[in-house]
């Protein structure tokens, strides 16, 4: 298991895991899904999984991929499924207090957006090349957090997206003070933020330092490339064969990412992150 709390600054990162056990099934109830390659049904938002069994377990967890489920694998809430269950509405579930139901379900995926910033920032505390910006990463931490603590009516009308553009700046920061830290080779054009590489060969790429924030990197080919320091803020992963790769010490990484890409047991990832069980 990843370590759980960053010995230098204290960080304490349990809360920014996802404890089924004390969440209501929030993403199995709140959120809707598509029949597609990665969910085997429809399902409105608000309506329960037919999976999700009485006590809040999924009675297929451990065969959602075979079972056509592949999307509930690759979800990561950050931990606000027990925030929203067990602190925001005090452990008053949805089923016994139906009253509640609508209104956990709108703060829900709020407080995910909230828990993923908060899941950000702390990694940016830990990076030493951000030292020169640390008060105001821990403001900015500090605030967020705060905002998870409103109460549901509160949270209900809060402005994310404004609090995004807050945090946001201060992220793309510590990317560029990190990055420069590293010496780096120059890439191609189309590589960068954002880019279009779907399914594109970067098989043994040299992409330290790279900034790859939102790039589409779906079923490209990272066999044993070098991803060390490299930006994958909300790049997408899915399919992307990172065997071999290099993943250490890569800027804001998910586990979901990760969930959704290949890998096997020479894929070198982040110690706070946990190798898939699905890599073989």
């Not at 592949?70 to 207090?97: H, L, P």
């Not at 905002?147 to 560029?176: I, W």
């Not at 590293?182 to 594109?200: E, P």
């Not at 010490?249 to 110690?271: C, M, R, V, W």
């Amino acid at each position: 298991m990843p370590a759980t709390t960053d010995s230098q600054h204290g960080i304490d990162l349990n809360g920014l895991r996802p404890d089924c056990e004390n969440c209501f099934g929030l993403c199995c109830v709140a959120l809707p899904f598509a029949a597609s390659s990665d969910f085997a049904v429809n399902k409105d938002g608000g309506q329960p999984c037919p999976n999700l069994q009485a006590d809040f377990r999924c009675n297929i967890h451990k065969e959602l991929r075979q079972k056509g489920f592949r999307g509930c694998t690759v979800y990561e809430c950050f931990g606000a499924g027990q925030k929203v269950s067990q602190i925001t509405f005090k452990g008053n579930d949805w089923r016994n207090a139906p009253e509640t139901a609508n209104h956990m379900f709108k703060v829900y995926p709020l407080m995910q957006q909230l828990h993923e910033m908060l899941w950000y920032l702390t990694e940016a505390l830990t990076m030493e090349a951000a030292k020169l910006i640390y008060s105001d990463l821990q403001c900015a931490l500090d605030e967020t957090e705060r905002l998870t603590h409103l109460s549901p009516d509160s949270l209900a009308k809060l402005d994310v997206a404004a609090h995004r553009a807050y945090v946001n700046p201060l992220l793309l920061r510590t990317s560029e003070l990190a990055r420069t830290k590293v010496m780096r080779v120059q890439l191609k054009k189309n590589i960068g933020r954002g880019a279009h590489l779907f399914g594109a060969n970067l098989r043994k790429a040299d992409l330290r330092g790279a900034d790859l924030r939102g790039a589409f990197l779906i079923a490209a080919d990272l066999r044993d490339a070098d991803l060390r320091v490299t930006d994958l803020i909300g790049a997408d992963l899915r399919d992307a064969d990172l065997r071999g790769a290099d993943l250490t010490g890569s800027i804001f990484l998910t586990q979901a990412q990760i969930n959704a890409a290949k890998g096997d047991t020479s894929t070198k990832i982040p110690n706070s992150l946990t190798r898939p069980a699905h890599w073989q």
